[in-house]
């Protein structure tokens, strides 16, 4: 498959998609999330996810996506896919990667390799896998599998929103890796009408730990990584 | 025996880089690169350099700087399996023990991680992981020209070969930003290491020694029994040799904060037997401490400072043959030495340095007790990447010390400032450039 049919989904939606392949439904509910920190201000890079009562599984047309390396990074440097999705690893860096995880959700190996050597990779149970390279220790990444295909990141302003929801009651939870684990906010249920509109607000309480991505591209002055 | 130790190794590495070569089908598992790096240096300094057994600290000196090759280096890393790797560096030098010989060869077993814990072992001849300036393959800086004190001494006389297991991990949870590193070593060799940093003192320079390497010194002083020197011999140093054939070992451990703050603390023995003497070379008994701090600041700025401190026990009056003199004794040397580095780097391609060193030697144990060094050091530095292929900058550096023995051993001044400006060009071609 060429790259161009991959969904990056960092920034878009699996939703409209979803909703081009089944017909979009006559009346779809929407969901608008805010997330602020401890003192109100507004958190970029912050996964939400609204998880239904009713199992969607996941669409053949958003079956497939990517978690590129570039300049010894992750890229993105956390991916959100529906449980049942694979994902292709491209290393698009002229040095060789060895990707791995020991991650619960998914324990898998990428051999040595550049390019496109290794076929994608199905992650078929939801939870937080967290990606390393054998060669450079610097290296981490995160892909969170989920059980919808409800999913976005917030943007600069703190905000996103999910559309296309049916009617149905949800568990919306919010995960970013700039929390410990433990300090992630509490899971919020919501109910949507047909038609209705929601708004949340999440507060991250507790200390936000380095924005890593961030500190990737600005943190160049030391060397970090000893040959 | 110590010769034959680094021949070895440097044999051991050859045959692996063969059988690497052969046993490759992809070419992008290798690595080679060749750099380059001419300079133009003018030095002021009172003394002849010490690579010409002068008294100098510099590497150049106004007897032998002008147009130079300061380095000409090979490098290769090739993946010999998935998980190990082979690393061979070697260059040319024209001054102090001529020709092409090997700085570091080594192999990395790096096992795929099972759990947060990921861990390496590299054996052969390589450097501790002290210097926090010299973070590129080949040990070179991306900072100023000129190593700090501290760093240069690792790069003169701190090259063991042996084994070195550590393990990495984030701590906490998986991703934490708090990360910890530990290291420990055993290794043969390096057992006359402070023999060079007690004869000439502290220097500022980016010469490795090699392998092989059998460095030159001030002359060894030939007293008579009232004390008077009465003539000299020169004598070399091979800092890689073994003399008492009993291994040394280092360990440490490091902490990060994400890409903000790194803070290491290591020790190291090479636990040499000083009364033992093999191949022309007697052990000196050489244990430090080693503090590293690198800190990320606002505005594209770095901090790097590294603290090292430690004794060297030696014989004072052993004779170049392997005898003692019946004046012979075991005296105690305490060194130390200190940097604070600033760096900034402008549009990714710029950077400007500014270091401050301070160094010391003294006696601590027996007699004379002297202080046989004791200075600093200013380094600004200005490095331009113009491309994947060229490189270069200007250096200036001063260094200011006193040097007790210099009037009692060699009847020449104690007290000296050396400076010396240093025009580079660099052209790097590989088939991975950086």
Redesign the interface.
């Known amino acids: 498959m060429a790259p161009a049919e991959l969904r990056s989904s960092k920034s878009r939606s699996a939703v409209s998609i979803l909703a081009l392949l089944i017909g979009a439904p006559a009346a779809a509910g929407v969901l608008r999330v805010n997330v602020v920190d401890e003192h109100g201000q507004p958190i970029e890079h912050v996964a939400v996810y609204a998880v239904p009562s009713k199992p969607v599984a996941v669409a053949a047309g958003a079956a497939n996506a990517s978690m590129d390396q570039a300049h010894s990074a992750f890229v993105p440097h956390v991916l959100i896919v529906q449980t049942g999705t694979s994902v292709l690893f491209p290393n698009n860096d002229?040095?060789?990667h060895?990707v791995?995880s020991?991650?619960d959700a998914k324990t898998f190996?990428l051999?040595?390799y550049?390019g496109n050597a290794h076929p994608p990779v199905l992650f078929d149970r939801p939870g937080?896998v967290?990606l390393?390279c054998?060669?450079h220790?610097?290296m981490?990444g995160?892909i969170l599998v989920v059980d919808t295909p409800h999913f976005a990141e917030t943007d600069a302003q703190g905000a996103l929103s999910l559309a296309g929801l049916h009617a149905d009651a949800y568990q919306v939870h919010v995960w970013t890796?700039r929390l410990?684990?433990n300090d992630m906010p509490a899971v919020k249920e919501i109910v949507i009408a047909a038609d209705g509109a929601q708004s949340l607000t999440f507060k991250l309480e507790g200390k936000l730990?380095?924005d890593?991505d961030r500190?990737?591209r600005?943190?160049?002055?030391?060397?970090?990584?000893?040959? | 025996m110590g010769t034959l130790l680094t021949r070895a190794a440097v044999a051991a590495a050859l045959v692996t880089l063969a059988g690497a070569a052969l046993a490759q089908e992809a070419s992008d598992r290798n690595r080679f690169e060749l750099e380059i790096d001419a300079s133009y240096v003018a030095a002021d300094s009172p003394f002849n350099s010490w690579t010409e057994r002068g008294l100098g600290k510099l590497r150049y000196s106004e007897s032998n700087d002008g147009l130079k090759s300061t380095r000409l280096l090979a490098l290769y890393r090739g993946r010999i399996a998935e998980t190990l790797s082979a690393t061979v560096i070697a260059d040319y030098q024209d001054d102090a023990s001529s020709g092409v010989d090997v700085t570091e060869a080594y192999m990395d077993w790096r096992p795929i991680p099972k759990s947060a814990n990921q861990q390496q072992v590299r054996f052969g001849a390589f450097y501790p992981p002290f210097s926090l300036e010299n973070a590129e393959l080949g040990w070179q800086s991306p900072f100023t020209y000129s190593y700090s004190a501290v760093n240069t001494w690792l790069g003169e006389e701190i090259r063991p070969i042996g084994i070195e297991w550590s393990l990495h991990r984030h701590l906490g949870f998986a991703g934490s930003p708090h990360e910890l590193r530990v290291f420990a070593s055993a290794f043969y060799g390096n057992d006359p290491a402070g023999t060079l940093l007690f004869w000439r003192g502290w220097s500022l320079h980016d010469r490795q020694t090699r392998l092989d390497d059998k460095l030159p010194m001030p002359p060894h002083p030939i007293w008579d029994y009232t004390g008077a020197v009465v003539g000299y011999y020169d004598q070399t140093v091979e800092p890689v040799a073994e003399t008492d054939h009993e291994p040394g070992a280092y360990a440490g451990l490091e902490w990060r904060y994400a890409r903000r703050v790194l803070v290491q603390l290591a020790r190291y023995e090479n636990r040499a037997d000083p009364y033992s003497f093999s191949g022309g070379q007697w052990g000196w008994d050489t244990e430090f401490t080693h503090l590293g701090v690198q800190v990320s600041l606002p505005g594209q700025l770095g901090l790097v400072a590294q603290w090292l401190e430690g004794k060297t026990y030696w014989v004072q009056g052993a004779g170049a043959n392997g005898t003692l003199t019946p004046f012979a004794s075991l005296v105690g040397d305490a060194f130390s030495g200190k940097f604070l580095l600033l760096t900034r780097l402008v549009n990714g391609s710029h950077r400007v340095s500014l270091r401050y060193d301070a160094f010391d030697m003294h006696r601590e144990q027996g007699q004379p007790a002297i202080e046989s060094d004791h200075g600093d050091a200013w380094t600004l530095a200005y490095r331009y990447e113009h491309s994947a292929h060229w490189s270069g900058g200007v250096e200036w550096l001063r260094i200011a010390s006193s040097r007790e023995p210099w009037e009692y051993y060699y009847a020449a001044p104690e007290d000296a400032v050396e400076t010396s400006v240093r025009l580079v060009v660099s052209y790097r071609v590989g088939t991975a450039p950086r």
């Open positions: 002229v040095v060789s060895h791995y020991f991650s190996e051999g040595l550049k937080l967290v390393g054998n060669i220790d610097g981490l995160y890796p410990r684990p730990l380095p890593r500190d990737l600005t943190s160049s002055t030391l060397p970090w990584e000893r040959y």
